[in-house]
């Protein structure tokens, strides 16, 4: 799979905004805790990664996380503020994008927080449809409102992913 890091040939604008739907579709099912909407965004082989080894395969399991995922929230706002999607390898039904995005929640035990991370996405069209066939979360922030926790975007952090930083 092409990275979002080097990007290949940007999606026609049809494509970007199909994609746009799918991300847009995905964050309204969180915060209206929809899982039969939030599943009809995954592709049957897809793959989420949420990072520190919650690596999940397969749309079954996926959504099986997310259901034990969302009863230990009492509520949650996602809300997606940038992105954009790049063709793999050439390919018309299949891309890779990141997009940004922030989470607003409370627990069940009345715990609050904020995370903000970006996604970095795999994506096919099936039967006109686009799907994820991947997420990967990158947080950048997790902690209270106030930004007193540390980001994980910092040079270190960066690197330490993988991503070479020029500033």
């Known amino acids: 799979m092409t990275s979002p890091h080097a990007p290949g040939r940007p999606a026609s604008t049809d494509d ?5 739907r799918l991300i847009n579709r995905y964050a309204d099912a969180v915060v209206h805790r929809n899982g039969v909407q939030w599943a009809s965004c995954w592709a049957d082989d897809a793959v989420w990664d949420l990072g520190g080894g919650r690596l999940v395969e397969g749309k079954e399991a996926i959504v099986k996380l997310w259901y034990a995922a969302m009863g230990g929230m009492a509520s949650v706002v996602q809300q997606v503020y940038n992105g954009d999607v790049w063709y793999e390898d050439g390919a018309t039904d299949r891309a890779v994008g990141r997009w940004a995005i922030g989470e607003r ?3 069940v035990n009345n715990d609050r927080a ?3 991370a970006h996604y970095d996405d795999g994506y096919r069209k099936v039967n006109g449809e686009w799907l994820f066939t991947r997420r990967f979360l990158q ?5 209270p409102a106030d930004l007193s926790a540390d980001f994980s975007n910092d040079r270190a952090g960066l ?3 993988g991503v070479a930083p020029d500033v």
């Open 114 to 116: 904020i995370l903000l």
């Open 159 to 161: 690197e330490a992913r």
């Open 139 to 143: 947080p950048h922030y997790r902690g």
């Open 105 to 107: 929640f409370r627990t």
């Open 16 to 20: 970007y905004v199909a994609v746009q």
